[in-house]
């Protein structure tokens, strides 16, 4: 039993960093400030050229697929902030029955994150058009609906693009 609380408190703080890394603009990351990534995440440097220790820690796996997985939401239309963290924590709570039972621990400590840095306003107030939707969403995360249309999530925010 000790072993499965040790396996959750894991996952909790993968999944801390995975939203915290996604919410995290390029230009604000290590990654950026060692010239690994550019200011879109673009990579300048393949990770087998990284010598220091410190660049090493700051493109690690996770970082990579972060990254990745950013500029992918981008291309999908998905640029806002708000709306690609909540089709991306939607994603990780509905794959991860686990990580979904702790969405509001989750969610508060990625917002106290954001305050913290002082990305929470800013992300707030970007400049969104939310469509009047009729039918149901599969769940809110960050309080932003999260659709699913076609096997795809997406976002209040992008709902009308895909009508």
Known sequence: MEVLKENRAI???????????LVTPF??????????IDKDGK?????RSLRI????????LLHRFVFN???LLAKAGIRGALG????????LFK???????????IEAAVV?????????DSMLSENINIPDIQETPIMNCFGVDVFEQNGELISEYDYDKTL
């Open 53 to 60: 220790g410190k660049e090493k820690r700051a493109y690690t």
């Open 69 to 71: 997985l950013k500029r």
């Open 11 to 21: 996952d909790l703080f993968v999944t801390y960093r995975f939203l915290k890394l």
């Open 43 to 47: 990579v300048l440097r393949k990770a």
């Open 27 to 36: 230009d604000k990351q290590d990654a950026f400030k060692f010239g690994i």
């Open 84 to 91: 690609s963290f909540a089709v991306a924590a939607a994603l």
């Open 112 to 120: 106290t994150y954001l305050k913290q840095t002082d990305q929470y």
């Open 95 to 105: 794959e991860n029955k686990e990580a979904k039972k702790h969405q509001l621990v």
